[in-house]
C-alpha cells in the first residue's frame, strides 16, 4: 500500500481482519450453546425444542440447527453411540458426555462440510471443559470409532 512520499507499508491487522478467514470462535460458541441446552432439556425432561422455545432470544441458527439434529435423529444417534460405547450403557454415561457425544455425532452426520478433525477436538474440547477429567479421552475414543463409520 503505497503513502504520501512514496514509501511501501503492508497494511495494518485491523484491516486485513476483513480479509483473513473468519474467526471459528462463533460456531465454538454455537455447540457451547447447543450443549448447555441439550444438557438443560435433559435434566428437565423436556424435548429439546420445548427448552429452546421457552427461550426469551432465539439461538443462532447453528445452535437450533445442532440441538434440532440431536432432537429429530435421537434414535438413530443414541443407537451409533450404544454401538460404539462398548461396555458403556448411555444411561449410564455422565449427562454432559452423552450429550457432548450426541452433539458431535448429528455434526458428523449433518454438516458434512465441516472437518470431522474439526469436529471431535471440539468435541474433546467440551467434554474436558465440562465434564470429568477422563471425559475428553472417553469422547474421543467413541468419537474416533464413529467418524470412521459415519464418514468412512
Same mark, same amino acid.
Given at each position: 500500500?503505497?503513502?504520501?512520499?512514496?514509501?511501501? /507499508?503492508?497494511? *495494518?491487522?485491523?484491516? #486485513? *481482519?476483513?480479509?483473513?478467514?473468519? &474467526?471459528?470462535?462463533?460456531?465454538?460458541?454455537?455447540?457451547? /450453546?447447543?450443549?448447555?441446552?441439550?444438557?438443560?432439556?435433559?435434566?428437565?425432561?423436556? !424435548?429439546?425444542?420445548?427448552?429452546? =422455545?421457552? #427461550?426469551?432470544?432465539?439461538?443462532?441458527?447453528?445452535?437450533?440447527?445442532?440441538?434440532?439434529? %440431536? =432432537?429429530? !435423529?435421537? =434414535?438413530?444417534? &443414541?443407537?451409533?453411540?450404544? *454401538?460404539?460405547?462398548?461396555?458403556? &450403557?448411555?444411561? !449410564?454415561?455422565?449427562?454432559?458426555?452423552?450429550?457432548?457425544? !450426541?452433539?458431535?455425532?448429528?455434526?458428523?452426520?449433518?454438516?458434512?462440510?465441516?472437518?470431522?478433525?474439526?469436529?471431535?477436538?471440539?468435541?474433546?474440547?467440551?467434554?474436558? +471443559?465440562? @465434564?470429568? &477429567?477422563? *471425559?475428553? /479421552?472417553? %469422547?474421543?475414543?467413541? #468419537?474416533?470409532?464413529? +467418524? @470412521?463409520?459415519? /464418514?468412512?
Amino acid at each position: 500500500m503505497r503513502v504520501e512520499g512514496g514509501e511501501e /507499508r503492508s497494511p *495494518s491487522p485491523a484491516r #486485513l *481482519s476483513n480479509v483473513v478467514a473468519m &474467526d471459528p470462535a462463533p460456531r465454538h460458541q454455537a455447540r457451547e /450453546r447447543a450443549l448447555t441446552l441439550l444438557y438443560e432439556a435433559e435434566l428437565k425432561g423436556a !424435548r429439546p425444542a420445548e427448552v429452546v =422455545e421457552a #427461550l426469551a432470544v432465539a439461538p443462532d441458527p447453528f445452535t437450533a440447527t445442532l440441538v434440532g439434529t %440431536v =432432537e429429530g !435423529r435421537g =434414535e438413530e444417534i &443414541d443407537s451409533l453411540i450404544d *454401538s460404539a460405547a462398548i461396555g458403556w &450403557d448411555l444411561g !449410564r454415561m455422565a449427562v454432559v458426555d452423552r450429550n457432548v457425544l !450426541r452433539l458431535a455425532v448429528a455434526e458428523l452426520l449433518e454438516e458434512v462440510d465441516t472437518p470431522t478433525a474439526v469436529i471431535l477436538n471440539e468435541a474433546v474440547e467440551l467434554a474436558t +471443559a465440562y @465434564s470429568t &477429567d477422563d *471425559s475428553g /479421552r472417553f %469422547v474421543n475414543g467413541i #468419537l474416533a470409532t464413529l +467418524a @470412521s463409520q459415519i /464418514r468412512g
